[in-house]
């Protein structure tokens, strides 16, 4: 991935955050499952993304999450040679925040190619602040590197996860939390999954699980942790699934060990 990719997700994730900001009072909800929300800002800002990615590069394959693009071509999830590089979008990642004009939502770019996500681009239009990343060259903030915090006792660390909508008292993710609650300093729950990932990459949370989001959610935070140094893998220690993330992500191995002994 180069520098013309990169400024070309740039300007794409802007252009997705003027039509959030500009539709931000005057929103229209509706819901696509029982506490699932999406809006016409939402809708606007994927078209807004998706037109400008796409007129850049004709040629790419597109997933994001609404508008029925969800799934990626067959060819593209294998990571075959022939597979075109493919853009994963989440126009608005946090959208419940967003109904209720709370902060912490963001416009999350991620650019997948020969079988691993190679490029990350998350904008936040409330603090505007751009995390990028670009396989291979290290993740920054406004165009400042960044890093992960390096915590390496969990009672010191400030961790996140991520429910899914409807979570109910007796649902396996109710007891993870208890357990990690009960280990670590204090654990948020904020509301955006590739925030967090970029909170992580920035030190700002020391870890961050999930296993009830979706690619589009987890894409750009891929990159953005890992090139910032984080100790990325599936909540058990496995390897982690680009396209099924069911991940923990931390700021040192020595925490992430104890994550996943706390999240298996």
Known sequence: MDEQHLQVAIAAARAGAVELMSRRDSRVVSEKAPKDLVTDADLASQRAVRSILMNAFAGYAFVGEEEGENDPLPAVREGAADAPPCWVVDPLDGTINYVHHLQSFAVSIGLYSAGKMRLGVIYDPVA??????????????????????????????????SFPAGVKGDDPEVAKFIRVLERCRSLRRLGSCALNMCYVAAGRLDAYWATSV??????????????????????????????????????????????VDLLS
């Open 214 to 259: 979706a690619s589009w959610d987890s894409a750009a935070g891929i990159v953005i942790a890992r090139e910032a140094g984080a100790t990325l893998t599936a909540y058990d220690g496995s390897t982690m699934d680009d396209w099924l993330p069911k991940f923990c992500v931390s700021g040192s191995d020595a925490i992430h060990a104890e994550m």
């Open 128 to 161: 505007d602040e751009m995390f990028t990343a670009v396989d291979g060259r290290g993740a920054k903030c406004n165009g400042k590197p960044i890093h992960v915090s390096g915590c390496e006792t969990l009672g010191d660390g400030l961790v996140a996860c």
